[in-house]
């Protein structure tokens, strides 16, 4: 059963979409509906992304979607694993549609693409464009589904268990208040190898309720945030690998009576990887091989904070990141060479998000990022 406030939070998200279901995200329809008219107005630069960071074979999947498609596409930036091909994708939140159509092209006519989201009306444009991209990309059979339902709630959606190879979302976890339990469906969800690739918010400790219970820190994507070590927590309880970080950005608030209530709180935009592994042997180090190929990282793949790949190049590798290169759907694209532990040296992995960004020198004002989108604009959590 939903605690008071969580139950709060849904009610006003579904009033919200039933009467706004193009404008932008919210919890509170006189911030967002009244306040928010452009991404100028935001407090804090929480749900920006630059666009010149979208690699450019995905930009040119994106000319290709009907552009009433992406009219009512309100989100920020991308979320987009490697390899991609043949692949069983969710999306978590999928709005209208923008995303998935782009990664139907990605995963191709063996692939297909779920997209959920709890807004009726963004499903149905969805659906209406999904003969005219069919036709478009050139595919006999359609490789794109449509869902409404929640993410808190998979399951009762339809979501099959152990169906897919990748899971993604894009500042939608933060918005829902039992996180746990939408992590509990996407492991459920997920092929043993598969993973959880997802970009969110998270808290340099542990939320205080002043923040929580803040209607524009929560549509600003910040009174939700969670901790960032419990994230680890949560995972690892529930199965999953420990979370590999792959990007993080310092959030900066512009509104001095914001700043007096986030006090000595801190929050970052983070990107993490999240493996489901079958129970095998312990993997052992190991010196691996990028073979290269891996459509828009051929010669370099970058894969989290800690380690960038480059084609032909040898390198040693931890325990954790072997058995997670070994048994997901990049073992084909390394070679793999075990090596004497004794001379092997350990290497200090990045998992804090915070020390990430502090040193990235990445610290970016949201008035260089007029032309982008809120994250929260286009994304959907809970019901």
Known sequence: MAAPRDAEIHKDVQFFFSWFPSGPWLLSQNYYGNVLKTSADLQTNACVTPATLVPKYIRETLKNVHEDVTSRYYGCGLVVPERLESCQVLDLGCGSGRDCYMLSQLVGEKGHVTGIDMTEVQVEVAKTYLEYHMEKFGFQAPNVTFIRGCIEKLAEAGIRKESYDIVISNCVINLVP????????????????????????????????????????????????????????????????????????????????L?????????????????????????????????????????????????????????????????????????????????????????????????????????????????????????????
């Open 178 to 257: 039992d996180k746990q339990q939408v992590l509990h469906e996407v492991y459920q969800a997920l092929k043993y190898g598969g993973e959880l690739y997802f970009s969110d918010v998270y808290a340099s400790l542990e939320v205080p309720e002043d923040i929580r219970s803040h209607k524009v820190l929560w549509g600003e994507c910040l009174g939700g945030a969670l901790y960032w070590k419990d994230l680890a927590v949560i995972a690892q309880k529930l199965g999953f690998c420990p979370p590999r970080l792959v990007t993080a950005n310092i959030i900066t608030v512009h509104n001095k009576e």
């Open 259 to 383: 700043e007096s209530v986030i006090g000595d709180c801190r929050f970052v935009s983070a990107t993490f990887r999240l493996f489901k592994l079958p129970e095998t042997e312990p993997a052992k180090r190991c010196q691996v091989v990028y073979k290269g190929g891996i459509t828009g990282h051929e010669k370099e793949l970058i894969f989290d904070a800690n380690y960038t790949f480059k084609e032909g190049e040898a390198v040693d590798v931890d325990e954790e990141t072997a058995a997670v290169l070994k048994n997901s759907r990049f073992h084909q694209d390394f070679l793999f060479t075990p090596v004497d532990c004794s001379e092997a040296e350990t290497k200090d992995l990045i998992r804090d998000p915070f020390k990430l960004a502090e040193g990235s020198d990445k610290v970016t004002s949201r008035h260089a990022l007029d032309d982008a989108g809120s994250c929260c604009g286009k994304k959907q959590s809970c019901c």
